[in-house]
């Protein structure tokens, strides 16, 4: 074959993301003060831009508030039916329109088709990704971590999120748990119990109440807490006033064994969290929906319009400079200018209409968790929202980072309703896996006669008579993650106790 230059035709399909879309993208993912900061830095350059100083109630045209019916049926089941919704109409404007920047159209008439973001989470300019592996994790960022794998049922995930979230940057919790437990509605036992099992994460006396406690949960995690040792953190007042005969008496030890214990508490830290301390204020959580209980069981689902910046374009100053414009790069400027404006005007209302309409169909699928309580959480996930509201995956993913919904049981990231599901037999609801995992260890540890231990199989006809789908090696894969051996060793410690 001859070696020379030749000319070809192709024709090919590829992914084009426009500056604009990429800056819709931006605005999507940012929270609220990520938000205000991005508009006031747009405001100082773009003099096109300006602040809409009118105060209004709503501040972006979007639909009417969302309302959702409740049945409240003795079983907790909640039936949602739309009363009223936001528009699924997506225009898909073409490049060209999009790129324009025509003076003439209304900044809030188009829509973004944020089916072309695509699965991609980056894009030229933006650095999240790259501060996200530079920065250092934070304290919540590690509990949560330790959280996915700690295998708790859905409901007392759901609570574990809302303890974990009530910890300070040194540690503690700051929440009252009857409080909590009355917010959530459930036992307060069942939040007794979720907070030991946060208690034995690391650091070591992370969610303590005050410093005892704290001391306490690091001294039985060095395996070093006995009663002389309890005794003295009862009294660790007498410690700080150096009342050492009186701390040796009460704690009934002679002189060599209470410098050691002293020495054991001082190596300890009152402020377990601290290692984790990124050098950032906390900032307080502004819930960017709000979500209020109406008459007839209906949930009304509405964007707090205190978190939306107000801009818009001035088409008088524009008017002017631009007749005033002699040189092409005084026209290209303003050009520019107008362009940017407009689209960002549009970004702006388009991100409240798709907050909005992904919190609604959130507050849908959860309206039982609202009712009801923590308990009635169903599974879910963001190709069922995604599927609902007809936009991808990834646009969810990005709606529900960092954004916060306030309900009637508190403010909760809106990726807090999310949880893993397992299929039920015959077509039925989907059963939470966390839930599956806490019936499996309710079963095997109904187990007191050597008759009575079960097997991997004999598990998986008893989850599937009571409806859920699941096969033997998932059984087995979910009762070693609990720590549970297997029915021949459970056997053999059920002889050697009889």
Not at 51 to 77: C, I, L, N, T
Not at 92 to 107: K, N, Y
Not at 203 to 221: F, I
């Amino acid at each position: 074959m001859a070696i020379g230059p030749r000319l070809e035709f192709r024709q090919g399909q590829s992914l084009v993301i426009t500056p604009q879309l990429q800056q819709a993208i931006k605005l999507l993912q940012l929270n609220n003060l990520e938000l205000q900061a991005f508009v006031e830095a747009e405001l100082e350059k773009n003099p096109l831009l300006q602040r809409d100083e009118v105060d209004a109630e709503v501040a972006v045209e979007a639909p009417a508030p969302e309302s959702y019916a409740v049945d409240s049926v003795p079983d907790g089941a909640a039936a949602a039916d739309m009363d009223g919704g936001a528009s699924d109409s997506h225009a898909d404007a073409s490049p060209g329109e999009r790129d324009s920047g025509e003076t003439g159209s209304e900044p809030s008439g188009g829509q973004i088709d944020w089916s072309k973001a695509g699965r991609g989470g980056s894009f030229e300019g933006d650095d999240n990704l790259e501060s996200a592996h530079s920065r250092e994790k934070s304290l919540w960022e590690h509990l949560h971590e330790q959280l996915t794998v700690a295998s708790l049922a859905p409901a007392d995930q759901g609570v574990a999120v809302v303890l974990i979230d009530a910890i300070d940057e040194g540690g503690y919790l700051r929440a009252d748990l009857e409080e909590t437990a009355e917010r959530l509605a459930c036992a307060p036992e069942r939040v007794e119990s979720v907070l030991a099992v946060i208690q034995g994460f690391d650091p070591a006396g992370v969610g303590a109440r005050d410093v005892r406690e704290c001391l306490m949960l690091q001294l039985k995690d060095r395996n070093r807490y006995d009663p002389a040792m309890a005794a003295l953190l009862d009294h660790l007042d007498l410690l700080a006033r150096r009342d050492l005969p009186s701390l040796k008496k009460i704690c009934s030890v002679d002189d060599e064994d209470l410098r050691d214990m002293i020495a054991e508490v001082r190596a300890l830290t009152p402020r377990p969290g601290a290692a984790f301390s990124t050098g950032e204020t906390a900032q307080t959580v502004v819930p960017d929906v709000h979500v209020r209980e109406g008459l007839g069981g209906l949930w009304h689902v509405e964007l707090n319009a205190e978190t939306l910046p107000r801009v818009l374009v001035d088409q008088r100053y524009h008017a002017r400079i631009a007749g005033g414009a002699r040189s092409d790069q005084d026209k290209t400027f303003v050009s520019d200018c107008l362009s940017s404006a407009n689209w960002l005007v549009k970004s702006l209302d388009q991100r409240a209409k798709t907050i909005l309409k992904v919190a609604s169909e959130i507050v849908r699928q959860q309206d039982s968790f609202l009712a009801f309580g923590v308990e009635h959480l169903r599974p879910l996930n963001l190709k069922t929202v995604a599927d609902a509201i007809g936009m991808h995956e990834s646009t969810v993913s990005r709606v529900t980072s960092n954004k916060y919904v306030s309900t009637p049981r508190g403010v909760f990231e809106l990726k807090f309703f999310f949880t893993s599901s397992i299929a039920a037999t015959g077509g039925g609801e989907a059963h939470s896996a966390q839930s599956v995992r806490h019936k499996i260890r309710q079963l095997i540890d109904a187990e007191s006669r050597e008759s009575e231990v079960l097997s991997d199989d004999a598990l998986v006809d008893i989850l599937k008579e009571a409806g859920v789908d699941i096969a033997r090696r998932t059984v087995a894969k979910y009762r070693e993650a609990l720590k549970i051996p297997s029915s021949v060793e459970r056997r053999r410690r059920l002889r050697e106790h009889a």
